[in-house]
């Protein structure tokens, strides 16, 4: 970038701030909205008085969902869901990226075309439902984990950087008599945190926002993942009887409030969570595209 | 066993390190040609060359299984499931038993009236994602490379990847709310400020391209800019500064510098995008869409879930999918043709 003192400069300086700001305010704005309607008095969401700011302060919105079971249920799930995918996903890609990093791989050119290729090509939603039917994994868990297991575009990133750990420092465990998979658990994984850290929330945070297999695979509600059960919620209605047997009556004013406050908990571990992480996702995403 | 390349220069290394064969001379290992009269190599050679190459890799190969089982499994596996298109799948009678029909499921599709719909909205909603979508983290990116102050680019780089990582049902729940002609406030501002009648926006077919597009932005703006950002900290400064000698502006310089430096980045996540234009993404299509808005809005990967998954027409619906699935091999094989023979960049 050119650096440059002019009065043309500084007013370009000035318009280009005011462009990020308005689309670092438009990209924040709907979630800060949807925080304030949360804990806003029902009456002021009703009359559409909540724009930024939200309008009186009570909490009941949040009690109400933690009380009713149905969120924590699906809340549970999906925790479960992403704890266990994500160990499975780590371990596979692991296991596959590594071998294919080394050159003298047998087949390592074969391997790396025969994995490339499904990625533009597959058999397509319904005989990959077939065949998971077939394998008995309707409605489990499982089916939501197994058929996502390796991300081809994950593997090869993790790949890339196994491929740029110097050689010589696996000699070292080499030359102790050490077999290649020691190599990888005392020199290679230690030296790969972040980009294992990367990976991880990448396979991580697709299992928690994931709906699509959920909602191919699993038929019963109450095994429903958290955004699931947040869709049939908002959208279908249907669960607006459970969430009303939930409330008493006399607390059914607070359902608006219950919609948000369910809404601002299913991305909560998310938006907490970022801020920590996010360079980690940036490296990840680097190394992809600059190798890749 | 130590290598013999290595060995000749006083070192020794493990062959797993070098690569070479076992520590054996290229004639023990029968392969290849030595001259001097000695045999070619021989299939016994190359039998136990290859037999030497899998016990100094088993480790590795047994490392490597469970991948290559998954991608048999869940990748290769289903791609046989593309037969039931040619049949007339029942589930009791299995792929083997079904009856063969041929192309009937794709003639069908064919004359169906939905075929055009779903191939034009497919179509569309790529065509204005790639007008609309794809340049926005592009310019995004370049103004904030024009930021000088590190904190507030780190900022508002922060702050729009944050859409991303949000899940599609609360991303479009947003939306909903945000547009819903009671409560959202869209329409109270419209209402107010132009004393216009509230719009049912997710209702309506005309409305639909633009609120998809507009969420595509919102969501992959500050996500896709990153790449770009990488590409942009690989130009050379000093093209910066020989610039500026020669009394280039600031905005003269982002179009005769910037961009061209970032071509080669812009052109390959072009060609990938062509070469998904016939698949848009179910789940927010699915999420966005009614009934009401099925004109504008159903697209191919939805109407395979809706005959396929809901109404159980296996054949008929896996038809439509490798119909889908080739269109786009088309359009990818065309795009890096084009990218080859106009630019320096392609896939292959």
């Not at chain 1, 439902?129 to 994950?154: C, D, K, M, Q, T």
Request: net charge positive; with cysteine.
């Amino acid at each position: 970038m050119i650096q440059d003192k002019s009065l043309a400069s500084r007013l370009f300086d000035g318009f280009i701030v005011t462009v990020l700001v308005l689309v670092a305010a438009a990209s924040l704005y709907p979630f800060l909205y949807v925080i304030s309607l949360s804990v806003s008095e029902p009456d002021a969401i009703r009359s559409n008085l909540v724009f930024l700011y939200p309008v009186g302060f009570l909490l009941d919105g949040y009690q109400l969902v933690m009380e009713g079971k149905m969120i924590l249920v699906g809340f549970r799930t999906s925790v479960f869901i992403v704890l266990a995918g994500t160990t499975v996903n780590m371990i596979m890609t692991v296991l596959t990226a590594y071998p294919l990093s080394k050159s003298r791989f047998i087949l390592s050119n074969f391997w790396m075309m025969a994995i490339t290729f499904t990625m533009y090509f597959g058999g397509g939603l319904i005989p990959t439902y077939l065949l998971v039917r077939e394998l008995g994994l309707v409605n489990s868990y499982w089916a939501l984990i197994l058929p996502g297991a390796i991300s081809s575009f994950n593997m090869i990133i993790m790949r890339t950087f196994f491929k740029s750990i110097p050689k010589e420092l696996e000699e070292s465990a080499v030359m102790d008599g050490g077999g290649d998979f020691i190599v990888l658990t005392r020199i290679v994984l230690p030296l790969s945190k972040a980009s294992l850290a990367t990976i991880s929330l990448f396979y991580a945070v697709a299992h928690w926002n994931d709906f699509f297999a959920a909602l191919i695979y699993i038929k019963e509600p109450i095994r429903y993942p958290l955004q699931l059960m947040l869709r049939e919620l908002l959208f279908t209605g249907n669960m607006q009887e459970a969430t009303h047997r939930m409330i008493e009556d006399k607390k059914a004013m607070y359902f608006e409030n219950v919609k948000y406050a369910t809404l601002v908990l299913a991305t909560l571990p998310i938006l907490l969570v970022y801020p920590f992480l996010q360079r980690y996702f940036i490296r990840g995403v680097m190394i992809g595209a600059l190798k890749g | 066993m130590f290598c013999t390349v290595w060995e000749s220069n006083g070192q020794h290394l493990d062959e797993r390190v070098c690569g070479c064969s076992m520590g054996k001379t290229a004639v023990e290992s029968g392969v290849g040609n030595i001259p001097g009269g000695r045999p070619r190599s021989t299939l016994a050679g190359r039998a136990s060359a290859l037999s030497a190459l899998i016990r100094r890799d088993k480790m590795l190969l047994l490392m490597f299984l469970p991948g290559i089982c998954f991608y048999i499994l869940f990748a290769y596996v289903p791609m046989y499931g593309i037969m039931i298109a040619f049949q007339k799948f029942s589930f009791s009678r299995g792929i083997w038993g079904s009856t063969w029909v041929g192309l009937d499921n794709f003639i069908n599709f064919y004359h169906n009236p939905y075929f055009w719909k779903l191939i034009r909205n497919t179509f569309m909603l790529n065509v204005y994602s790639l007008i609309f979508a794809f340049p926005a983290p592009i310019i995004l990116a370049l103004l904030l490379n024009e930021m000088r102050n590190a904190f507030f680019k780190k900022s508002v780089q922060m702050i729009t990847y944050i859409p991303h990582f949000i899940s599609t049902v609360v991303i479009i729940a947003i939306v909903s709310n945000l547009l819903s002609p009671t409560s959202g406030i869209v329409n109270h501002a419209l209402h107010s400020v132009f004393g216009l009648e509230p719009i049912y926006f997710m209702n309506e077919a005309g409305w639909f391209r633009t609120l998809y597009i507009s969420t595509d932005i919102w969501v992959g703006i500050g996500w896709g800019s990153i790449i770009y950002m990488a590409a942009l900290s690989g130009i050379d400064p000093h093209l910066y500064e020989a610039a500026h000698m020669d009394g280039c502006s600031r905005w003269r310089a982002i179009f005769h510098i910037t961009v061209p430096g970032i071509m080669s980045t812009i052109i390959i996540l072009l060609l990938f995008r062509i070469g998904s234009m016939m698949s848009v993404g179910f789940d927010k299509v699915f999420l966005m869409y009614t009934p009401a808005t099925y004109e504008t809005a159903d697209v191919l990967s939805t109407y395979v879930y809706r005959r396929g998954l809901v109404n159980a027409e296996f054949s008929f619906a896996t038809a439509v999918g490798v119909l889908n699935n080739l269109i786009n091999i088309c359009f990818l094989i065309t795009a890096n043709k084009l990218a080859r023979r106009y630019t320096e960049t392609s896939l292959w």
